[in-house]
């Protein structure tokens, strides 16, 4: 753990902090990897982690990932991320959030919290009643709310980006796209393909939820399972669900000669990219292509402006365009092209205010 903290191949991190509030039962870890572009920005996981050192090395990664997709998402914002140890079903309370707004607020604004995996908006109303450096709160709060519909909007356009690539053209018309997940972002982003003139083939384990997009789009189609759904001809597969979506058997099926979809963490292991690459896959990565929902909260730090919100996200085209570029240039799949272009900015930054100080 402390060789992932100090002496990581991407240069360790910053601080970590760890939080204990015993009238509440709050156990928290904050963890700050970069702030070289600006305040480490990255939501809050509540999570009953099997152990407190799984949950530090949840922490640590969470917020590295954080340095990676603030950077690409053209924010001035370095990555962070928070841990919050236990149940929410059952330890989640007011005290234990404002227990845990007032160690945020400690740092100084060196961490804005947000929304992740057992948070939502109205448990950041409450954080932000002991810490000003929270975002993503509802809109009765002055926040933005929901970031779904911004992720769905950068998802299409990566999406638009890898059709330009691969096709010649930056559209998903009279394209196959086949959609693993149909919540908060997948079915704002079936509105985005039909509009568009792509034929679109759903799955989702809640019946109800394909139900609603089949009632309002009678020419989508569903299949049962994401299985099936890999294996149906497709130009494009969109993992919208959960993490892990692309393993060695997902990849072996895939008839899509595109992955582009807004579910975090989507390679199984490492190696995937590379096997997805030898296939002629082109996968746009995911932390690239899903960062609207990212670019909606740092937005609201300024006061939220959808639209100003909304260009930022249509940048994303412009970013994945690039990354696919750079891929190419370097003979490396996508992925690690991603990285390197967000080390690169980094890096600039750093010796930007390096050499700043020494002027
Ligand atoms: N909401 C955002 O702004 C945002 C931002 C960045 C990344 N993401 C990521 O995008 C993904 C989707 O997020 P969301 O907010 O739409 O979540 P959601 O919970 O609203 O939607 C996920 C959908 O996937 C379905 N699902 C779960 N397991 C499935 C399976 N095995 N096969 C098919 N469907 C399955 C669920 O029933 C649900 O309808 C997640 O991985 C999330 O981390 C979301």
Same mark, same amino acid.
Not at 139 to 152: F, I, K, M
């Given at each position: 753990?402390?060789?992932?903290?100090?002496?990581?191949?991407?240069?360790?991190?910053?601080?970590? !902090?760890?939080?204990?509030?015993?009238?509440?039962?709050?156990?928290?870890?904050?963890?700050?990897?970069?702030?070289?572009?600006?305040?480490?920005?990255?939501?809050?996981?509540?999570?009953?982690?099997?152990?407190?050192?799984?949950?530090?090395?949840?922490?640590?990664?969470?917020?590295?990932?954080?340095?990676?997709?603030?950077?690409?998402?053209?924010? /001035?914002?370095?990555?962070?991320?928070?841990?919050?140890?236990?149940?929410?079903?059952?330890?989640?309370?007011?005290?234990?959030?404002?227990?845990?707004?007032?160690?945020?607020?400690?740092?100084?604004?060196?961490?804005?919290?947000?929304?992740?995996?057992?948070?939502?908006?109205?448990?950041?109303?409450?954080?932000?009643?002991?810490?000003?450096?929270? +975002?993503?709160?509802?809109?009765?709060?002055?926040?933005?709310? $929901?970031?779904?519909?911004?992720?769905?909007?950068?998802?299409?356009?990566?999406?638009?980006?890898?059709?330009?690539?691969?096709?010649?053209?930056?559209?998903?018309?009279?394209?196959?796209?086949?959609?693993?997940?149909?919540?908060?972002?997948?079915?704002?982003? !079936?509105?985005?393909?039909?509009? /568009?003139?792509?034929?679109?083939?759903?799955? /989702?384990?809640? +019946?109800?939820?394909?139900?609603?997009?089949?009632?309002?789009?009678?020419?989508?189609?569903?299949?049962? $399972?994401?299985?099936?759904?890999?294996?149906?001809?497709?130009?494009?597969?969109?993992?919208?669900?959960?993490?892990?979506?692309?393993?060695?058997?997902? !990849?072996?099926?895939?008839?899509?000669?595109?992955?582009?979809?807004?579910?975090?963490?989507?390679?199984?292991?490492?190696?995937?990219?590379?096997?997805?690459?030898?296939?002629?896959?082109?996968?746009?990565?995911?932390?690239? !292509?899903?960062?609207?929902?990212?670019?909606?909260?740092? $937005?609201?730090?300024?006061?939220?402006?959808?639209?100003?919100?909304?260009?930022?996200?249509?940048?994303?085209?412009?970013?994945?365009?690039?990354?696919?570029?750079?891929?190419?240039?370097?003979?490396?799949?996508?992925?690690?092209?991603?990285?390197?272009?967000?080390?690169?900015?980094?890096?600039?930054?750093?010796?930007?205010?390096?050499?700043?100080?020494?002027?």
């Amino acid at each position: 753990m402390l060789h992932t903290l100090f002496r990581s191949d991407q240069g360790g991190h910053e601080q970590v !902090v760890l939080c204990q509030d015993r009238e509440s039962g709050l156990k928290a870890v904050i963890a700050i990897h970069s702030t070289a572009l600006g305040n480490a920005l990255g939501g809050t996981r509540f999570y009953p982690y099997a152990s407190e050192e799984a949950a530090v090395l949840d922490a640590l990664n969470l917020s590295r990932g954080m340095s990676y997709k603030n950077a690409l998402a053209g924010l /001035d914002h370095g990555g962070g991320k928070a841990v919050i140890i236990g149940d929410p079903n059952q330890i989640k309370t007011e005290q234990l959030l404002l227990a845990y707004g007032r160690f945020v607020a400690s740092l100084g604004g060196r961490y804005v919290t947000a929304c992740d995996v057992g948070t939502y908006v109205q448990d950041m109303d409450v954080v932000a009643r002991e810490c000003r450096w929270t +975002t993503g709160r509802s809109p009765e709060n002055g926040g933005a709310g $929901d970031s779904s519909v911004l992720t769905a909007f950068g998802v299409f356009q990566g999406m638009r980006a890898a059709a330009q690539t691969q096709w010649g053209e930056p559209t998903l018309r009279g394209r196959r796209v086949g959609v693993a997940g149909v919540g908060k972002v997948g079915h704002h982003l !079936v509105e985005h393909l039909v509009e /568009d003139g792509a034929e679109v083939v759903i799955t /989702d384990v809640r +019946t109800e939820a394909v139900e609603r997009i089949l009632a309002r789009h009678p020419q989508v189609t569903a299949v049962t $399972d994401a299985g099936v759904l890999v294996r149906t001809p497709l130009d494009v597969y969109a993992p919208c669900a959960l993490g892990g979506a692309l393993d060695d058997d997902t !990849v072996a099926a895939l008839t899509a000669s595109v992955v582009c979809g807004a579910a975090n963490n989507q390679l199984a292991h490492p190696g995937v990219e590379k096997d997805l690459a030898d296939r002629g896959i082109l996968y746009a990565p995911d932390y690239v !292509v899903n960062a609207g929902g990212v670019i909606q909260v740092a $937005d609201e730090l300024h006061g939220f402006d959808f639209d100003r919100a909304k260009a930022k996200a249509n940048q994303i085209f412009d970013t994945t365009l690039a990354i696919f570029d750079r891929a190419k240039a370097d003979g490396i799949p996508p992925a690690a092209a991603a990285d390197r272009l967000a080390e690169q900015r980094m890096a600039e930054a750093r010796a930007a205010a390096t050499s700043g100080a020494t002027a």
